[in-house]
Structures are given as C-alpha cells and as structure tokens.
C-alpha cells in the first residue's frame, strides 16, 4: 500500500546524550512543537585545472547540521531539558510539583564537568520516517509574549550531520513514535506572563510585549577537525549574549513600581543601568502555566537603550525599550538564572 500525505506522525523527541558522539540511552521527551526546521549542510569544491575549460572533480566539504523549533512556551519537560542547554547547571528539588534552579556555568571556576552543556539527540519525525540528529547543541533561545496570544518559544540548534554516531537515517518510525505524548505541558498564555523591576513585588500593568533572545554564539568551524567531514567535538560557545525589548502601553514618567522612566532612559546616565543592590534581579519574568507550575527568569544587571516614542494620528502613543543584560561581577556572579516548576522529576 503506497504512503498517503497526511496520515504520518510528525513530531520531535529529545533525549540528553552522555557525551558529545555517545548517544547513550537518555530519557525521551516528547516537544509540543509548531514547526521544524533541521537539516544537513555541506560545501561542495569543485577542481578546476588549466588544461581543462571546466571542472572535473567535485568533494563533498565541512557536513553539519542546524535546525530551529517554534512552539509555545510550556511547564514540560521537554521545555526544561531545552533550557537545560541555555542553563546547564541544574539543582532539582521537592517531590512533585519540582523545583528545578537552573543557572549558568559558574564564571570564577571555569567550565567544570559538572556544568557542562547537554549535548542532544534529536529525533524528528517526518510523516513515514525518522529523521536522527546526534550530538546536537543549544545555540539560541527566544522567548515572546504579546498581549493576547500565547507565550512563545524558538529555539536554533548546531551539531554533527544527520545519521552520524552510527545511526541510520532516515529510519522507520521508533516505538516511541506513538500517537500519544507523554510529557504533554500547559502552554503559557499572556495573561499567565508578569514582568516585575528591581524585584518590586508588584508587576508591571503597562507592558505590552516583551520579547528575550539569550545566545551562546558557538564557533561552527571550531568543532572540525582534519580527518573528519563532520563535527568532532562540540561547537564552543563564545560570547554570552542576553537582549531583549519591553512594549509598553505609553511612556512611563512616574512610577510606583519601578519602571524605567523615560526622563532616567534618555539622560544616559547613571539611572539608564539597572543594576540593584544585592541579590536583587534588574528584570524578573514570571510565566504561571498552571496553579502549581510556573517558570520564572531573573535578570540581574541591564542596560537600557535609548528609547523610542512615537505617535500617528489618534493612535495610542508607543515606548519601546531594548536591553542588553550585562554580567554581574560583584554579588551575583552571573546574567541570568532560572527556575521552573514542573511534574517532571529529573531533567
């Protein structure tokens, strides 16, 4: 019987490697996911010699994969595991809901084995078949909440070329392929997001969008080596980069919740930092997905950029402000950390 379009499984399932080429035997998480977009790259070089008016041999170069994922941010542990790649150094608590204080590798120690960043095993179901993609790394995560809509999350990945770590692919759909998804979460609604300023206890009530991008920029080329086509090692990370912007509904002039004041934000001062006292968070976001699970992320020390305000018409005046997260050298010793509250007893 031929394959029909449309009645295939589509899906993703993630697991942690033991190791960077040692798939191992992780638990399988089952992704929600809107779209997919993972696929195999590779340079083709062409020889060309003078005694010939073309090209007479080809080779296949550098082979490496990259994909990205778009779905709505949930209390999973799908999402979890994700973030685990943002935020590799987990202590997981309580008996269920379960606490899972994620935070970055510690910058004065170095990158110890114990901080290390997951390495993953993607699988992607493609309607008849099984797309495998080993040895997989977290590049960027994103994170978008507008009024209105669901809290979004995207998320790009770089690793070894598709079938490598002796893996067939694409393969027949696993037993774990089935119709059902275990580890299905409560997506996050806007109504469900808050956005609180220097640890002020009361949330914002005049923000509009706010949008996160946290980026490990890892060095592709560095993950070759000679006598190999594809990645031997993971792609180092490079420069940690957390951006952002916050819409809010009109300029804030006053505040009694510690807002950025556009006054503070234009004078390009000292005031233009946020940087509290302590252990303070400059920005925290909270995102409840249900009575007991939740995600929660703090970030300690912010630049504000110069603001933009404008009006059209009759149309309600805008102010938007982009940010860039700064590392806290003296209390904290980090940019950011995170915590999610799940059903999910180990990530």
Partial sequence: MAYTIGTGNRGIIMKQQTSFGTVGSGTA?????????????????????????????????????????????????????????IFPAVSTTG????????????????RAAAQSFPVYHILIQRDEKEHSYSSMSLNRVGIQANVGEYVMLSADFVGKAEGEDSITSPANLSNEGGSTVPDAGEPVHFQSAAVNFKNNGTASTNVRSVSLDIGLNRDVDASFSLGSDTCVREAPPQLREITGSIEFIAPIHSTSVDEPLYGDIIDGGANSLFDPSGTDPAI????????????????????????????????????????????????????????????????
């Avoid at 994909?67 to 595991?81: E, K, P, R, Y």
């Avoid at 269920?96 to 170095?110: K, L, Q, R, S, V």
């Avoid at 009759?314 to 950390?337: C, G, H, I, P, V």
Wanted: a negative charge; zero cysteines.
């Fill in 284 to 347: 925290t976001l909270t995102f409840t997905a249900s009575s007991t699970t939740s995600l929660v992320l703090k970030i300690y020390k912010v630049q504000w950029e110069a603001p933009t305000s404008t009006v059209s018409g009759r149309d309600t005046q805008s102010y938007s402000l982009n940010f860039t997260a700064l590392f806290d050298e003296t209390t904290n010793k980090k940019m950011a950390d995170l915590t999610i509250i799940n059903d999910t007893a180990s990530i």
């Fill in 29 to 85: 998480f089952f992704g929600l996911i809107d779209d997919e977009s993972f696929n195999t790259l590779f340079d083709v070089s062409a020889r060309a010699d003078m005694t010939r008016y073309g090209a007479t041999t080809t080779k296949t170069g550098k082979r490496y994969s990259e994909g990205s994922i778009n779905m709505a941010l949930d209390d999973s542990g799908f999402t979890a595991l994700l973030l685990k790649g």
């Fill in 95 to 110: 008996s269920g809901p379960y606490t899972h204080a994620m935070t970055e590798i510690t910058h004065d120690n170095g």
